[in-house]
């Protein structure tokens, strides 16, 4: 099966708050990360964990880390339609990363 | 800013000619370069590792003499597409790590390459 997994869809109302969630097989993996990209462009990076944390902070953003599942989740409060994009997930393991197939999130008025 | 910056952004080529992509590091040295491929709706898969001053690490399944990688200093990685087909065309995006193993990963903007 596939290293990283996550859904491939989520859609919500302008405000309300999205959560993305992601899996991972290799409990080894040191950092978590996640990256939004916007049509026809490269990777941004939004935030990353490191994975003897639980939980990050940043803005909007809220990291959860449950490495007993290998599950990560990525919330956005307040999501604006400018939020609206696909949304990576990524494990950095072996010095490199590997990435799920992203989730397109997409924001309705 | 953008800590890593690719050139040229959109390129069209004929086919059975070569194109090269640049992958800068802006402000920082970058001894290790990587190398993705995106298909349209999918993930990214990484093609190879490129190591300043010695052979790039390609990904199973790559072909090393199509993708010539070329790492000749601490800012600059080329991935060149050699004799391109209309199949090579895609989204190829490069990133870099900021010091040592376990330290952010930023990304390119990405090329897009059209071989007609």
């Known amino acids: 099966g596939e290293d990283v997994e996550q859904s491939l869809f989520l859609s919500v109302r302008e405000g309300d708050s999205s959560v993305i969630n992601c899996t991972y097989t290799?409990?080894?993996?040191?950092?978590l990360y996640w990256y939004k990209q916007e049509p026809g462009a490269g990777l941004q990076l939004l935030t990353y964990?490191?994975?003897?944390?639980d939980m990050k902070q940043d803005k909007r953003l809220t990291v959860l880390l449950n490495k007993k599942d290998k599950h990560l989740s990525l919330r956005i409060a307040d999501t604006q339609t400018g939020d609206s994009a696909i949304y990576f997930c990524?494990?950095?393991?072996?010095?490199?990363?590997?990435f799920g197939k992203g989730t397109m999130l997409l924001v309705s008025p | 800013g953008a800590v890593v910056s690719q050139h040229p952004s959109r390129v069209i080529c004929k086919s059975g000619t070569s194109v090269k992509i640049e992958c800068r590091s802006l402000d920082f040295q970058a001894t290790t370069m990587f190398w993705y491929r995106q298909f349209p709706k999918q993930s990214l898969m990484l093609m190879a590792t490129s190591n300043e001053g010695s052979k790039a690490t390609y990904e199973q399944g790559v072909e090393k003499d199509k993708f010539l990688i070329n790492h000749a200093s601490l800012t600059l990685s080329t991935l060149t597409v050699t004799s391109a087909h209309p199949e090579d065309s895609s989204f190829y995006i490069c990133?870099?790590?900021?010091?040592?193993?376990?330290?952010?990963?930023?990304f390119g903007e990405g090329s897009w390459l059209t071989v007609v």
């Open positions: 990524a494990e950095d393991k072996y010095s490199t990363l590997t």
């Open positions: 290799d409990s080894s993996s040191t950092y």
């Open positions: 990133s870099a790590r900021i010091g040592a193993v376990g330290n952010t990963i930023y």
């Open positions: 964990i490191f994975s003897n944390m």
